[in-house]
T-cell receptor, first 107, second 115 residues
Framework: AQRVTQPEKLLSVFKGAPVELKCNYSYSGSPELFWYVQYSRQRLQLLLRHISRESIKGFTADLNKGETSFHLKKPFAQEEDSAMYYCALDSSYKLIFGSGTRLLVRP | GAGVSQSPSNKVTEKGKDVELRCDPISGHTALYWYRQRLGQGLEFLIYFQGNSAPDKSGLPSDRFSAERTGESVSTLTIQRTQQEDSAVYLC?????????????FGDGTRLSIL
């Protein structure tokens, strides 16, 4: 079955600390993976996608097919990174979302 | 418009009533998606439309749920004989076309509460 798992509901770090939000997936085939973010009182929006191999707002995510993971990382967290983060898998054009991780960056 | 627009933003209704939720996609976007998000959970795919192709209804949870789209514009999601488990935020998204390389742009959602 196709599935996305985000094991942490809440991740709390201090400003300047490294951040890693975990995402594991189950998919038969070549996966297309995304990270979406929802800041307080804003809409859900795309943060980055693995096919672009880009860094957005200092975040990167590497697809590891061996470990079926797509963890989101940032070396130095900022307070404005506090938000809800969702990992998503494209499955025949529809997205399968994980349950999300709330990142709280403390001053 | 500037983005995906959904209405109403909030809807409270009694169990057993029918509800209709509306989504206006970004102009020119041929693909439109509906998702449901229950409290504390991730988004759950319901249905998508792509141009004039038959919609993918594989995520609709029961025959009480239906959706229509007029051409490449407005879509309505209808829930008949609502149940308490239908309480959720219903999100609409659009993209320029279906495909993993096309980001989905989300609306603010409709928060549905069934009493």
């Amino acid at each position: 079955a196709q599935r996305v798992t985000q094991p942490e509901k809440l991740l709390s770090v201090f400003k300047g600390a490294p951040v890693e939000l975990k995402c594991n997936y189950s998919y038969s085939g070549s996966p297309e993976l995304f990270w979406y973010v929802q800041y307080s009182r804003q809409r859900l929006q795309l943060l980055l996608r693995h096919i672009s191999r880009e860094s957005i707002k200092g975040f990167t995510a590497d697809l590891n097919k061996g470990e079926t993971s797509f963890h989101l990382k940032k070396p130095f967290a900022q307070e404005e990174d506090s938000a809800m983060y969702y990992c998503a898998l494209d499955s025949s054009y529809k997205l399968i979302f994980g349950s999300g991780t709330r990142l709280l960056v403390r001053p | 418009g500037a983005g995906v627009s959904q209405s109403p933003s909030n809807k409270v209704t009694e169990k057993g009533k029918d509800v209709e939720l509306r989504c206006d996609p970004i102009s020119g976007h041929t693909a439109l998606y509906w998702y449901r998000q229950r409290l504390g959970q991730g988004l759950e795919f319901l249905i998508y439309f792509q141009g004039n192709s038959a919609p993918d209804k594989s995520g609709l949870p029961s025959d009480r749920f239906s959706a229509e789209r007029t051409g490449e514009s407005v879509s309505t999601l209808t829930i008949q004989r609502t149940q308490q488990e239908d309480s959720a935020v219903y999100l609409c998204a659009s993209s320029s076309r279906v495909g993993g390389d096309q980001p989905q742009h989300f609306g603010d959602g409709t928060r549905l509460s069934i009493l």
